[in-house]
T-cell receptor, first 113, second 114 residues
């Protein structure tokens, strides 16, 4: 079945460092791909998405490119801030007679001042 | 802006008590979900609904039950709480837009059963 695998955390970075969180997926069809973010004490919220191969999703300085050939959707940011400390979830959504969303296990990011 | 609400935000309760976690959304979404989130942050789908009078069990077995009598309301009930039910519970709703289903989450309920 479909699945999402993302790098284990926690990831600890200093402010202004470059961030990469890896995400790979397996799917039978052509899913849409997402990154959700969960700040402390809150629910998840959509960060960015891409609906087809080679699409790039971007928001708040984060970006991710849908790579069908490597079945990946890695999250990147050029310069992280303390306020980016959160848990990041990679997810896929596929219409298999009704949409189903599958979440990765989450990667916790700590950014130090 | 998504509007989905959960109450209570925090609940401490004794073993054997019956509890209901409330979830409401004002977006008119047909689909709603309940997730249990463990300390490692992984999400486990425990119930979902595709509309009024439709409820299904999710991937993770749960002793809780749900109902969907109104589109906007999707409460989760535990008839007899146990310490193993201690967790965070997240409610979500979703809308299909073309090829993507985006989920909107409430702030969660942290439950502690003593």
């Amino acid at each position: 079945g479909d699945s999402v695998t993302q790098m284990e955390g926690p990831v600890t970075l200093s402010e202004e460092a470059f961030l990469t969180i890896n995400c790979t997926y397996t799917a039978t069809g052509y899913p849409s791909l997402f990154w959700y973010v969960q700040y402390p004490g809150e629910g998840l919220q959509l960060l960015l998405k891409a609906t087809k191969a080679d699409d790039k999703g971007s928001n708040k300085g984060f970006e991710a490119t849908y790579r069908k050939e490597t079945t990946s959707f890695h999250l990147e940011k050029g310069s992280v801030q303390v306020s980016d400390s959160a848990v990041y979830f990679c997810a896929l959504s596929e219409n298999t007679g009704g949409f189903k969303t599958i979440f990765g296990a989450g990667t916790r990011l700590f950014v130090k001042a | 802006e998504a509007d989905i609400y959960q109450t209570p935000r925090y609940l401490v309760i004794g073993t054997g008590k019956k509890i209901t976690l409330e979830c409401s959304q004002t977006m008119g979404h047909d689909k709603m979900y309940w997730y249990q989130q463990d300390p490692g942050m992984e999400l486990h789908l425990i119930h979902y609904s595709y509309g009024v009078n439709s409820t299904e069990k999710g991937d993770l077995s749960s002793e809780s039950t749900v109902s969907r009598i109104r589109t906007e309301h999707f409460p989760l009930t535990l008839e007899s709480a146990r310490p193993s039910h201690t967790s965070q519970y997240l409610c979500a709703s979703s809308v299909d837009r073309g090829r993507a289903e985006t989920q909107y989450f409430g702030p969660g309920t942290r439950l502690l059963v003593l």
